[in-house]
Each structure stands twice: as C-alpha cells, then as structure tokens.
C-alpha cells in the first residue's frame, strides 16, 4: 500500500501553477458574487492600521463584481505589485551573471577537491559543502541553480565509499535547508515580509538561529547515513542502481588552478553580502534600494570576469526571462487580492477564519498556519508565488488571532522544508532526473527525514509565540 501510494503521486499530473492561480481567481471571483461583504475598523499599532476584532460589521448594499475582473484583475496585479516584480526581474539577472562567471562552481570544485584529496578531513566534506549549499539556499535563494552539482557531486560521493543519494544530498538538501531555514532569502523572507508589511529581513537574529539548527538536523542526518552507507553498502536503498552505473574513479579529476578573474569575482561577490547586510541593518534598505545593489553587483561581477558589455547584457536578459513565469504568478496571485478588496469580502473571510483559529489554544496558531502552507505547497511550490498568494491572508489573520506578522512569515518559510520530497516540485523532479533515481526510492529514503523536520519546524515556531517576536 505504501508503494502504491508513492507510484500513485508519482503519476500525478499537475496543471501549470499560473493554471492553478488563475483558477483561485475564477473562484474568488464567484465567491464575490456569494459572500457578504463586510469589514473591521482599522485602528493604528505601531504606525501601522491593523484591523480591531471587535469592529467587524456586514455591509449593504453589497459591491458588484463583474466576470470580466478575470481580465482585468491580473494586470491591476502587475501595478499594485510593480516593486516587486521588479525586484524579482533584478534578482534573476543578477544572479544567472554571477552563475555565468563560473566563479562559485569553480570554487566549489576547489573546494570538494582540497578535502577529498586529504583522508584526515574527509569527515569535513559532507558538513562543509552542504553548509556552503545552505548559505546559498539563504541568501540568494539557490534552486534550480543546484541541478548541475548533482552530477559532479554523485561520482565524487561513490568514489567516497558512499551512494548516489548522498551524491543527492549534498547539493540538494544543502540548499533546502537553507531555502527553508532562511535570514536573507530575497524570493521567500523578502518577498513575505514585504507583503505582509514588515521591514524587509526584520528579525535576523532568530532566522539566523533557525538556520544553524536547521541546517545542522539536515546534515546530521545525512552524515549519519552516509556512515552507514560506508561501513554495509547494501543497505543502500539505491544499491543495485549504482551498480549498474559501473565502478567509479577513487582519484577526483584535477581541478585547473585559480585565476585572477576567479578570486576578483568571488571577493565582489562576498562584499555585495556584506554591503546587503550593512544597508539592511544601518541603512534600512527596502526592495527598491537592494535591488539597485544586486543590479549593480551584476554589471560589476560581468565586467570583473571579463564578460563584456553584450555579453552581460544577454545573461542579464536571460536571468530575468527565466523569472517571467514567477512575474505572472504574482501578478496573479495579486488578482485575487484586488477581486477580494473590490467585493470588499476579504474582512468577511479574515472574520470567519478567526473565529475557527480562534478556538486552538494560541501557541499552536502557527503550527496550524505551517500546515496550512505545506498543503498549499504541494500545489504552488514557487515560493515567491505562495507568498503572494497567501500572505495577504496570512498576515492580517495574525494581527486577529493575536500572534505577530512576523512569526506568520516564518510558519510560511518553514513550509520548504517539505519542497523536496514534492513530486510537483520542477526543481526536486529535476534533480532526481539529472541523479537517475526513482521518485519513489527517493521519497522512501526522505520520508524519516520529513517526519524529523516537520517536528523540528512545530518546536521552532513555540518561542516566537512566547516571546512575541516582532517587529508587529
């Protein structure tokens, strides 16, 4: 039964999420034309208009919204989320310059090389690539980029006395957990607390705690099998496959020397993260100022690795090409706000979902909250696109309930740490592709691991509720 479960979801044919977006916006839209219209006084807290949960009242005569909403809403999305879309348009080009250097797969190379050359540090090489993978996962948000890695990473793994899905795991989970785990994320964190009104990368220092603790579970566990691996290697789940793939080079192909171009790219690269977290936390830079950075960064990383102008320009486009799908999901997802706000029903629907978390004991809100998002997750695994879809829900519902807006950015974020057993997810299928391992001996081996994590992300969501995290 267990098997035919996993066959079953393995076989599941998703629609495109933009497809699955648009059809929330038919469904508000109907929802419109049946839901009262109501609202809450909004009262100022901390500089901000919240909505009083004692002020809510039914309005008459109800506001009229017609079918062709379904047109126009989705462009009044792009206006009401123009920042944003811009940043995301930034953000890709910037970043697919930086993977157009070479610069940070040159150095993990070097890096993989210098321990596994070294039999006294091999203990290092699971705990220090996946940290290096997670700080990519937190700060910029690496997914797709990752797929490469996989291939380099599974011969490196065997020729270790490991497997394939160690191979996997380095890379793969490295960043997810990272993703998940994050302080700096600009498509997760940022892109929430934006919408949710908070002041972008706002509490650093328990997402900072959160991604020592998450990424250490992550790598312990993997570290733990691959030692099991090691010392019987049959109790690996995918044995026979990496027999059939023939016997592996015990002596890593030598990595070319650094060059100048290399470290000049990789030192532009660290001090635009530390000049981000300089402007974040002196200067209190919102999207529009770190998005000038990251252009910036781009334009300086091209020119350092010699890319020139034109060629630049082409990565640049390209990077941003790859976000136009993101763009219309958000834009989207925006839709359905502005249907909700025009009908005014989106009070209506913060009323009634009070009233139902209402009657949980209030430290396990965001639990609920974190499980509601790993449910919409399986449907809409962009989180950039989840974000906007629910955190307009999400963060005024927190302001009812009485829990703050950040600790519901953070019951969101958390929901990644489900993204990798997805088999709707683009990048998790994408992976398994490029290592040639089954989804379902996949999500066997990950299944444990899910159960640890969803545990861990429960208990991290405790403290913001004791204490109040803030800011709002």
Known sequence: M?????????????????????????????????IPSGEFTRIAVNGRMVPDPATYHVLAPKIYVSASMLLLAPIRGFLDGGLLIAFLLVIGGAFNVLNETGAVEFGIKKLTKAISVRPTLEFLLIPVLMVVFSLAGSIFGMAEELIPFVIIFIPLARSLGYDSIVGVCIPFLGAAAGFAAAFFN???????????GLPVNSGLGYRVFS?????????????VYARRIKKDPTRSPVYELDKARGPVDRNPEAVEAWTFRHLLVLLIFAGSLVLLVYGIMARNW?????????????IVLGLASG?????????????AKDMVGVVFIVACARALLVIAQDARILDTMLFHSK???????RPVIPQTMFLIQAVINF??????????????????LADLVGITRQTAVFAFQLCEFVNPILPTSAVTMG???????????????????????????????????????GPF
């Open 2 to 34: 267990h098997g035919g479960l996993l066959q079953s979801l393995k076989k599941m044919k998703m629609p495109h999420t933009l497809v699955v977006v648009e059809g929330l916006v038919l469904l508000v839209l109907v929802l419109s034309w049946l």
């Open 307 to 319: 890319m020139g102008g034109s060629r630049i320009a082409q990565s640049f486009v390209a990077g």
């Open 286 to 298: 919102d999207m529009d100022a770190m998005a000038a950075m990251f252009l910036g960064m781009g």
């Open 355 to 361: 009233n139902l978390m209402s009657v949980l004991p």
């Open 431 to 469: 992976v398994l592709g490029a290592a040639k391992i089954p989804w379902e001996k996949w999500a066997g081996w990950f299944l444990p691991l899910l159960g640890i994590v969803l545990v861990m992300g429960f208990l991290l969501l405790v403290p913001p509720v004791l204490f109040h995290w």
């Open 379 to 396: 449907f809409i695994h962009s989180g950039t696109a989840q974000a906007a879809l629910t955190m307009p829900i999400m963060a005024p």
């Open 211 to 223: 991604w020592f603790i998450g990424t250490a579970v992550v790598t312990a566990y993997v570290m």
């Open 186 to 196: 600009p498509f997760t964190v940022g892109v929430a607390q934006k919408l949710a």
